[in-house]
């Protein structure tokens, strides 16, 4: 056990700190650990950071085409009580909001004859789907089905 200490210790130091990792000295009137703690850095991700693959949004597509694209359209442009999912309209609504949100619209309330029949993975799909439409960048991994990890990844309509 020393011994792992005794090399984390030393490749924390050599390094200064590891890439992704923040160091945290503990506060002046505490005790000082032996060890500097080290914190995750929660950097902001948006859907510029490439966040969904090519392969994904393929499938979205045809997911989309199947389910979505009656109300939507095959244009993402929307009809009667059916939002448009693409340009300034789709922004005007979901700029600065989470994935996370259009996540939980999606999955609890479409398609709007059989709410809620989606799986986890068609949603993220047909997200990807929606993004690619949008001309966000696809990147080498998927955009993962779990909410918590959507809820940090932020729509926004200009790149920062």
């Known amino acids: 056990m020393k011994l792992v200490l005794a090399l984390l210790t030393f490749s924390a130091a050599a390094a200064g700190v590891a890439p992704g990792f923040t160091r945290m000295d503990a506060p002046a009137s505490g005790s000082r650990h032996p060890l500097p703690l080290f914190a995750l850095e929660h ?3 948006t859907v510029w950071d490439s966040v969904y693959s090519d392969s994904q949004a393929t499938r979205g597509q045809s997911l989309y085409s199947k389910v979505c694209s009656r109300c ?3 244009a993402l442009t929307g009809q009667d009580d059916a939002p448009p999912l693409a340009g300034k309209p789709f922004f005007d609504g979901w700029n600065n909001k989470s994935l ?3 996540n939980e619209r999606i999955s609890s309330s479409m398609p709007s004859d059989d ?3 989606l799986s986890k993975q ?3 799909d ?5 993004l690619r439409f949008n001309s966000f960048p696809a990147g080498s ?3 993962p089905p779990q909410p918590d990890v959507l809820k940090d990844i ?3 309509s200009v790149k920062p």
Do not use: N
């Open 154 to 156: 932020t729509i926004v």
């Open 141 to 143: 991994t998927e955009l």
């Open 126 to 130: 047909v997200i990807s789907y929606i």
């Open 122 to 124: 068609d949603v993220a």
């Open 72 to 74: 939507h359209q095959d």
């Open 43 to 45: 950097v902001p991700r």
């Open 115 to 117: 709410p809620g029949s």
């Open 100 to 102: 996370g949100a259009l």
